[in-house]
């Protein structure tokens, strides 16, 4: 069960947003991530809590943001509640998309196990709906993920598999590069792993 801590930074300007304290587990469902963010301060930001299912699909997904709730599952699309800081206010939203997506690095690794891309394979589009910090808001975005490079390193806990992707934004035709070792990121914009207590899970 890979724990550890990333620190999440402003990929244009490089300043400090969050750490995320994280655990994450492969399961009889599919695969879990829970986490736990702070401000630079120390200050608690938010959760992540995301379960996917054995084919990568979202099974549950709960957010909290500054006091936001984000709750959704792939129904129909992928479908959510969004709830307030006062709890009095809830709205429902149903998009045909294939996942979510978001700043936490969990959302990387959630994409990349629903795509189950091969280095051989073109270039694949997806359609997931983003919540953008800090208020949880929702935006549908369309992205290309192609696997580009597969590169296996000798640890001392046995073999690690690092695969590289890069991701296109189709409505900027921004391009980067995610770079992923089982269920856990390695590196990608905005993402630095800072700390890893045992070694990634194989999701297959």
């Known amino acids: 069960m890979p724990r550890g801590r990333y ?3 402003d990929p244009h300007d490089h300043t400090p947003l969050a750490e995320e304290h994280f655990q994450c587990a492969p399961g009889t469902s599919g695969w879990r991530y829970v986490s736990q ?3 630079p301060d120390g200050a608690h930001l938010g959760s992540v809590d995301l379960t996917l299912d054995t084919l990568g699909r979202p099974l549950r997904l709960e957010l909290h943001a500054s006091s ?8 129909d699309g992928v479908t959510w509640v969004r709830t307030d800081p006062t709890g009095t206010h809830a709205t429902e939203g149903n998009v045909r998309a294939h996942a979510f997506t978001g700043s936490s690095p969990a959302f990387l690794v959630a994409t990349a196990r629903l795509l189950r891309l091969t280095p051989s394979a073109a270039a694949t589009r997806v359609r997931l709906v983003a919540f953008t910090d800090p208020v949880l808001a929702p935006r549908t975005v ?3 993920w192609a696997l580009t490079d597969r590169e296996t390193h000798a640890t001392d806990s046995g073999p690690l598999t690092v695969d590289a992707y890069q991701v296109t934004a189709l409505d900027t035709g921004e391009q980067h590069t ?11 914009p905005g993402i630095e ?3 890893l207590e045992s070694p990634p899970s194989d999701l297959g």
Request: hydrophobic share 55%.
């Open 7 to 9: 620190s999440l930074h």
């Open 37 to 39: 963010l702070t401000a």
């Open 68 to 75: 936001w709730q984000v709750r959704g599952a792939a129904l």
């Open 142 to 144: 369309d992205q290309s």
């Open 178 to 188: 995610v770079h992923l070792a089982g269920d856990v990121v390695l590196a990608a």
């Open 193 to 195: 792993l800072e700390d």
